[in-house]
């Protein structure tokens, strides 16, 4: 592994000021994306939030502004000032207090991949990446910056956002479950390392247009599941165990899937969770049964097989009223 490999030297020119991009032309993608330059190629430049106040570990979230910086004097900013990809009303660091969004996608890797797993990963993209001040050489940790060819427009929620992050991921190839989930949240900051060893990468910008494009269309989709809701499961179980029955001819992840979960790595998201976090994990026991285990405070079960999922989704929980709609084939 070959750290400190190039980048500009001696002291790093900042600019500080007020986000400088226009609205994109793309209709359908101007609700989440902004381009620089007006769809002219990105300048090689890094946009992001960096402060000027003495960092304090977890008592430090103020002195923020959107600031400019070359590419190849961002390692110079992450070792001497906290910074975030957001921009904050008054500096102050917050979900409410988003007004905005640099092109730098920023993701943390606490001990999930070695360096060289990574860069191997990001072969063929521009990024930039340095180490925290937890790294070893034997447990790696590190983190990723990678500038897009737009940035995110100050309409993009919490969610979007995580969204966002994750098909950027999948884009690049490597795993969610080893990426810190904090870090796809819009009230993330980085501390500084003043002793980082860094690595540039060269290549293409990441494609934020048409990952903006893909986030999109997905929420779009939902959407159109959401409104179009499918009728209810109808069958007839005339044996002596109909709940027995139901869940033979049923998987857990079909039933997740009709109630719009959505599959996030190994775990599962619910539709109605507001930290973003995929809380549902699906294991067999010892008796052979598959169910679904969750940690959501939005969900009102903790642990259900088919069968539950179906009474609390399509029943209000009612499971004498499910078992008379099985029994008569009217479910």
Not at 99 to 104: F, S
């Amino acid at each position: 592994m070959e750290w400190d490999n190039y980048g500009g030297g001696g002291t790093p020119r900042i600019r500080r000021g007020e986000p400088n991009c226009t609205t994109s032309p793309l209709e359908e993608i101007e609700e989440i994306i902004v381009d620089f330059e007006r769809g002219d190629r990105m300048p090689d430049l890094a946009y992001l939030s960096v402060s000027d106040r003495e960092f304090k570990p977890k008592v430090y979230n103020e002195g923020f502004t959107y600031s400019v910086t070359a590419w190849r004097w961002l390692h110079h900013a992450t070792k001497k000032h906290a910074y975030s990809t957001m921009v904050y009303e008054n500096g102050v660091r917050r979900k409410e207090n988003v007004i905005g969004y640099g092109n730098v996608l920023i993701y943390d890797v606490d001990g999930g991949y070695r360096a060289e797993e990574a860069i191997e990963a990001l072969k063929g993209l521009q990024a930039l990446i340095v180490t925290t001040r937890s790294h070893t050489p034997q447990e790696h940790r590190f983190r990723i910056l990678l500038p897009g060819d737009a940035c995110l427009s100050n309409r993009v929620d919490d969610r979007t956002y995580r969204e966002i992050m994750e098909t950027a991921l999948a884009y690049i190839g490597l795993d969610t479950e080893k990426i810190d989930a904090k870090c796809m949240t819009t009230d993330r900051q980085y501390a500084p390392n003043p002793a980082q060893r860094h690595c540039y990468l060269e290549g293409a910008k990441l494609p934020l247009l048409e990952i903006g494009r893909i986030v999109l269309e997905a929420q779009r989709q939902q959407e159109l599941k959401k409104r179009a809701r499918p009728p209810r499961i109808r069958a007839s179980y005339d044996g002596p165990s109909p709940i027995e029955s139901f869940n033979r001819d049923h998987t857990i992840e079909e039933l997740l899937e009709r109630y719009e979960y959505r599959r996030v790595g190994k775990r599962w998201l619910s539709p109605h969770s507001e930290s973003g976090d995929p809380g549902v994990t699906v294991l067999t026991g010892d008796d052979g049964r598959t169910r679904a285990y969750s940690h959501h405070d939005s969900d009102t079960w903790d642990l259900a097989d088919p069968f539950d999922l179906f009474v609390i989704h399509e029943y209000d929980g009612d499971a004498n009223r499910a078992l008379e709609a099985l029994k008569g084939g009217a479910a």
